[in-house]
């Protein structure tokens, strides 16, 4: 692999874990309005929205570790 393409992968490594970290942070969000707003249901929905926040924790925190993860290993280090 030349030093350039190395160079893009990791770029795109940290892009993509990033894009994670947004991402279930942006989800994190719409679960709260859903759960605090009239955005779905009048009075807001616990039932809907405080899964959907967790989903959003978890993916936020955890994803990065798993891509990271399973790039370690593909890498073979």
Same mark, same amino acid.
């Given at each position: 692999m030349t030093p350039a393409d190395e160079d893009t992968l990791w770029r795109n490594r940290f892009i993509t874990i990033n894009l994670v970290r947004? =991402? $279930?942070?942006?989800? &994190? !969000?719409i679960a709260l309005l859903i759960w605090h707003t009239d955005m779905? &249901?009048? %009075? =807001? /929905?616990l039932v809907l929205g405080l899964p959907l926040a967790l989903a959003g924790l978890v993916? /936020?925190? !955890? $994803?990065? %570790?798993? !891509?990271a993860r399973k790039w370690r290993s593909q890498d073979g280090r």
């Open positions: 947004i =991402g $279930g942070t942006v989800v &994190v !969000l779905i &249901v009048p %009075r =807001g /929905s993916v /936020s925190f !955890l $994803g990065p %570790r798993y !891509l």
